[in-house]
């Protein structure tokens, strides 16, 4: 069955160093792969889309990777604050006709600390 | 201003008392979808809905319903609701195409007695 993992349940970093939060997908073969923000009690924000076919995007300061080999996705903040803290959920998506069924990670909660 | 709108925002019931959470957004998605959140579990989906009358389920369905007769509503009824569904459930669309990104609402969190 298809499998979504995240890197440690919580990451805890001090300000201004990279925060790298990574996902690991098994039996799947996204064609893209959306990461999210989520604040406690509220829904999730969408962040960056990477496709199958791009090996890196970024966006202000975070940049994503995606090696469909290791079948992994990476995501980092770097230069992080104390508002980067916040709940980061990724979700492959095997587009297509499968477009609509998305299925999200469990979410790595990340603290920065100042 | 572009928005995903739940009401209620909070809810408390009783087993077996039928209800309805409805959503509705402004933004003209062909795509709205439902889900479920829950510690340890986190976001499950339970339906989608490509277009009007076009509804699947997702991975979580059962006790749920949904339909969609007109493209800005997706409302979720629960016929005959139990304890095992009090969660925090979030609404969502989005344009096939633009992305392919979702833009959530805010939330319902229901408590069923």
């Known amino acids: 069955s298809q499998k979504i993992e995240q890197n440690s349940e919580a990451l805890n970093i001090q300000e201004g160093k990279t925060a790298t939060l990574t996902c690991n997908y098994t039996?799947?073969?996204?064609?893209?792969l959306q990461w999210y923000r989520q604040d406690p009690g509220r829904g999730p924000v969408f962040l960056l889309l990477?496709?199958?076919?791009?090996k890196e995007k970024r966006k202000e300061r975070l940049k994503v990777t995606f090696d469909t080999t290791l079948k992994q996705s990476l995501f980092h903040i770097t230069a992080s604050q104390p508002a980067d803290s916040a709940t980061y959920l990724c979700a492959p998506n095997a587009g297509g006709t499968s477009y609509g069924k998305l299925t999200f990670g469990q979410g790595t909660i990340l603290t920065v600390h100042p | 201003e572009a928005q995903v709108t739940q009401n209620p925002r909070y809810l408390i019931t009783v087993t077996g008392k039928k209800l309805t959470v409805t959503c509705s957004q402004n933004?003209?998605?062909?795509?709205m979808s439902w889900y479920r959140q829950d510690p340890g579990l986190g976001l499950r989906q339970i339906y989608y809905?490509?277009?009007?009358?076009?509804?699947d389920k997702g991975d979580v369905p059962e006790g749920y319903k949904v339909s969609r007769k007109e493209k800005r509503n997706f409302p979720l009824i629960l016929e005959s609701p139990s304890p095992n569904q009090t969660s925090l459930y979030f609404c969502a669309s989005g344009v096939r195409g633009l992305a392919e990104t979702q833009y959530f609402g805010p939330g319902t969190r229901l408590l069923v007695l």
């Open positions: 039996n799947y073969s996204p064609a893209y």
């Open positions: 990477i496709r199958e076919n791009e």
């Open positions: 933004m003209n998605h062909e795509y």
């Open positions: 809905s490509m277009n009007v009358e076009v509804t």
